[in-house]
């Protein structure tokens, strides 16, 4: 061969190298039934193979042993994990409550460790989960894309109704032909030489990488623009990444709208319309009359009608001529002319006296007083003050309020008297009676005979000391 011959021959081989072989990865031996497989397992184990491994479609007794297989170590990540992720929840909130945002609610302390166990057991699972999803893959070094073992049509019975072992051709002892004899020996049905599949074969294509990279780059930018917009000072709100409830597409009162012709978001109640739950068709229970229709159009009017037309001062014309002179005597009240009810329209129990108690201390006792003599703590404190603006309350022990019918009570306590609101919109029906049946024990208390106590509570009597 000529010197020019040689090199070319030379240069070829560079630009076009032969194909390496691909090496061999493990022998696999089939096996008909656990039993075969079984006892085949056993020999492999006392010959000292230690790189190998069995397959079968179910469990088989006595495999594992055989195989050596070691505890793994799993739970100590798990373990691990979930104590750190304990100390991690008390720390931050230590640091978040206690030290760089101390709040004081209600004088509680700003760590206690009750409070904080909660988040330290939702930070335990939360750590340990993701150990040991991240430990499990560790330890079984995935991903791995492929698996030389698959290529062996035989194998794929391994999940169906064959028995395999397999030697690694890593395996210190590995020789081809004693494996070989070996499985030979066990009477394997059929034995497979199995090549290692080549690393570039495993790799994903090309335009994977350059993907991943663009998709990773533009899944930065969401993140960076949310922190710019964080951290920059603005005269805006903050840009909230979850809005969540806070901008709800809603009307707040008192607000202007473009959505009505007069521009208001409060809208007037539609008339002839009654809210639901709230129709009062008993008269006797809303209004404490007897079939007040035309009585409860009375008292509207007598709402709206002049001071002379009630009686009030007289009124003196430009002429000089006074018209409607005050009166010598006050005129009736026209109210005492209504049909009011004397009879209370709900149920008179032990237990709605005692409703009745408990609304009257609380709505009541404060300008009335307990006893219902108009020396509440409230006109306690106006009377001392001296501003001349307070009007005592009426005594209930008064000669006029006992003579009203009940009926004519429950007006004065759902639309006020006086300088007294109104506590309809604050009390409801049934709670308005029962202070009313309350207020009438208390009136009837001071002018009880000794037949009106019980005969058991007798005994306890006792007189009191003459002033």
């Not at 909130?93 to 166990?117: H, R, T």
């Not at 750590?127 to 698996?147: D, E, H, Q, V, Y």
């Not at 409230?378 to 006029?400: C, M, Y």
Request: charged letters at 20%.
């Amino acid at each position: 061969m000529s010197a020019s011959n040689a090199i070319t021959e030379k240069r070829e081989k560079e630009h076009h190298p032969v194909a390496a072989q691909p090496a061999l990865s493990a022998m696999i031996a089939e096996f008909p039934t656990a039993g075969s497989v079984l006892a085949a397992a056993t020999r492999v184990s006392e010959a000292g193979w230690s790189d190998w491994d069995v397959h079968s479609p179910f469990p088989v007794h006595g495999i594992d042993s055989l195989l050596r297989i070691r505890s793994t170590k799993l739970p100590w990540f798990t373990l691990t994990a979930g104590l750190v992720g304990i100390v991690v929840a008390f720390v931050m909130q230590w640091w978040m409550n206690a030290v760089d945002y101390p709040f004081w609610i209600s004088g509680k302390p700003f760590f206690a460790l009750e409070a904080a166990a909660p988040i330290a057991f939702e930070m335990m699972i939360l750590f340990a989960a993701i150990a040991t999803i991240g430990g499990m893959i560790l330890l079984n070094r995935l991903p791995r894309f492929s698996n030389p073992l698959f290529a062996s049509e035989r194998f794929l019975r391994a999940t169906s109704d064959r028995f395999f072992i397999v030697i690694s051709a890593n395996d210190p002892k590995f020789d081809h032909d004693r494996v070989m004899q070996l499985f030979q020996e066990c009477s394997a049905t059929a034995i497979e030489t199995c090549l290692a599949i080549d690393a570039r074969e495993g790799r994903w294509p090309s335009l994977v990488t350059p993907i991943i990279v663009v998709a990773g780059v533009l899944a930065l930018v969401p993140p960076a623009l949310i922190a710019q917009k964080r951290s920059n000072p603005t005269d805006l709100p903050r840009f909230h990444v979850i809005t969540d409830m806070d901008f709800q597409p809603k009307f707040k009162p008192q607000r202007t709208s473009r959505l009505f012709a007069d521009g208001r978001v409060m809208r007037p109640q539609s008339a002839g319309t009654i809210a639901r739950g709230e129709i009062q068709l008993d008269s006797r229970l809303h209004q404490g009359m007897e079939y007040g229709s035309r009585e409860v159009a009375a008292i509207d009017r007598l709402n709206v009608l002049p001071i002379s037309a009630q009686g009030g001062p007289s009124v003196t014309s430009n002429e000089g001529v006074q018209k409607n002179p005050m009166p010598a005597v006050p005129p009736p009240d026209p109210l005492d002319a209504l049909p009011w009810v004397k009879e209370f329209p709900i149920s008179v129990t032990l237990k709605t006296m005692k409703r009745g108690q408990e609304r009257y201390n609380i709505y009541c006792s404060s300008c009335h007083g307990l006893a219902g003599d108009g020396d509440g703590l409230v006109t306690r404190r106006a009377l001392d003050l001296e501003q001349g603006t307070w009007i005592k309350p009426t005594s209930f022990h008064a000669e006029n309020v006992r003579n009203q019918p009940v009926g004519q009570l429950f007006h004065s306590v759902t639309n006020g008297v006086r300088k007294m609101p109104g506590y309809g919109d604050l009390i409801p029906v049934e709670d308005r009676w029962a202070i009313l049946l309350y207020l009438r024990a208390l009136q009837q208390s001071r002018r009880a005979d000794l037949q009106d106590v019980p005969t058991e509570l007798i005994p306890s009597l006792q007189d009191l000391p003459k002033e």
